[in-house]
């Protein structure tokens, strides 16, 4: 079964600086996807970034970027620049054939002003 | 991005009562659309994926004549708590699938549960 584990409970990084949240998995599948949630007080669940299992390249979305280790199936998530507003939890999440989204424990990322 | 809503945004209700949750796709159809519960301070799990026109694919351990879901239409689905106990209340998020391309999800903002 597939599993994926989040060891950080919380973080915290000061504002302006870099955080790595890390996330690692399990499965037996070759294609899959990874992503990784951002879920602020609203509970509203808002798409940081996605990797596609097939791709080597590392994915990036601005202050966002990924460090996929397919072979450790390791997924880690940096943030740079930290602001305020990235304070929330984050969630790693898999997802292969089924479509269904398995989700880590999280981790809750604090700003420090 | 395409957008799910849910309705009610929270509910309170008496132990016993059954409680509806809607969960909508705005603005494209969702052949497949998913069900989450979240307590405090944990993480999603999945209850059932609900396929429209078929019945719904149930997790192991939640029980389907207390969840029940409808997927009646391509951009509606619902979820159904039957006669509500404390332990029910909880956070519902549902998400809906893109049936093209990346498959991409999108979630809904949720539905707060309170059962006195």
């Known amino acids: 079964a597939q599993t994926v584990t989040q060891s950080q409970p919380e973080m915290s990084v000061q504002e302006a600086e870099t955080v790595t949240l890390s996330c690692t998995y399990d499965?037996?599948?070759?294609?899959?996807?990874l992503f990784w949630y951002k879920q602020p007080p609203s509970r509203q669940m808002i798409l940081v970034i996605r990797?596609?299992?097939?791709?080597?390249q590392n994915a990036t979305e601005n202050r966002f970027s990924v460090n996929f280790q397919k072979a450790a199936k390791s997924f880690s998530l940096k943030i740079s620049d930290s602001q305020l507003g990235d304070a929330a939890m984050y969630f790693c999440?898999?997802?292969?054939?089924?479509?269904?989204?398995?989700f880590g424990t999280g981790t809750r990322l604090k700003v420090l002003a | 991005g395409a957008v799910v809503s849910q309705h009610p945004s929270w509910v309170i209700c008496k132990s016993g009562t059954s409680v509806k949750i809607e969960c909508r796709s705005l603005?494209?159809?969702?052949?497949?659309m998913f069900w989450y519960r979240q307590f405090p301070k944990q993480s999603l799990m999945l209850m059932a994926t609900?396929?429209?026109?078929?019945?719904?694919?149930?997790e192991q351990g939640v029980e389907k004549d207390k969840f029940l879901i409808n997927h009646a239409s391509l951009t509606l689905s619902t979820l159904t708590v039957t006669s509500a106990h404390p332990e029910d209340s909880s956070f519902y998020i549902c998400?809906?699938?893109?049936?093209?391309?990346?498959?991409?999800?999108?979630f809904g903002p949720g539905t707060r549960l309170t059962v006195l």
């Open positions: 609900s396929n429209e026109g078929s019945k719904a694919t149930y």
């Open positions: 999440a898999y997802r292969a054939g089924t479509y269904k989204y398995i």
């Open positions: 603005d494209f159809q969702a052949t497949t």
């Open positions: 998400s809906a699938r893109i049936p093209s391309g990346s498959n991409e999800q999108f």
């Open positions: 990797q596609e299992a097939y791709k080597q």
């Open positions: 499965t037996s599948e070759s294609d899959y996807y």
